[in-house]
């Protein structure tokens, strides 16, 4: 049996190029075999119907060699598209970490795993402030003051009872530490 590699790498990238065209949307400038491959490659039965084609006389009209290259081209494509997709998140990600960076804010919520380090306030005034530390997936850590108005204090910390209240309530929560008892303050002691 031959494999890939005895066809040649060149062929192969020759029918990547070919499937990239086509799902660029520019299907109609290939050639007939080309097309089929393509469909073949992109898993498009609906492209071989609209020419006619059923999947065995595709196969017939690709011929052997290009279908030997076939199942390689079709995983480095969907690779490609991938991997395209990843850097195309990580780049929209970056671009939002800059915002906060840079002291702008961003429409959209950045997830963060967030580590208290210190809490204070000032003596005599209602707001308090926390510094985490606050990490995104898979950047540099970032240490941020956050001041809580007086006005949101009652609001979060009823939330955050609220939370611990309920997940206690039905049992042991589902991230409790081995041993860990329920908390007095949950119930207002």
Do not use: C
């Amino acid at each position: 049996m031959t494999n890939v590699s005895s066809i040649g790498s060149a062929d192969l990238a020759q029918l990547l190029s070919k499937a990239r065209t086509a799902a660029a949307g520019n299907f109609g400038v290939l050639s007939t075999g080309e097309k089929l491959a393509v469909a073949l490659i992109l898993n498009r039965p609906d492209w071989l119907a609209e020419m006619n084609y059923t999947l065995a006389e595709a196969i017939e009209r690709v011929g052997p060699d290009w279908l030997r290259l076939i199942p390689a081209a079709a995983r480095q494509f969907e690779q490609d598209r991938l991997d395209v997709a990843s850097a195309e998140a990580e780049e929209a990600r970056q671009a939002k970490l800059a915002m906060v960076r840079n002291g702008r804010a961003a429409d959209d919520v950045i997830d963060f795993a967030a580590t208290l380090v210190t809490y204070g306030e000032a003596p005599g005034y209602r707001d308090a402030h926390f510094v985490f530390d606050l990490q995104p997936i898979g950047g540099p850590a970032i240490r941020a003051r956050i001041r809580v108005r007086p006005e949101d204090g009652e609001q979060i910390v009823r939330h955050v009872t609220s939370v611990h209240r309920f997940a206690w309530d039905r049992g042991e929560p589902i991230d409790a530490k081995p041993g860990e008892k329920r908390p007095k303050w949950i119930d207002g002691h």
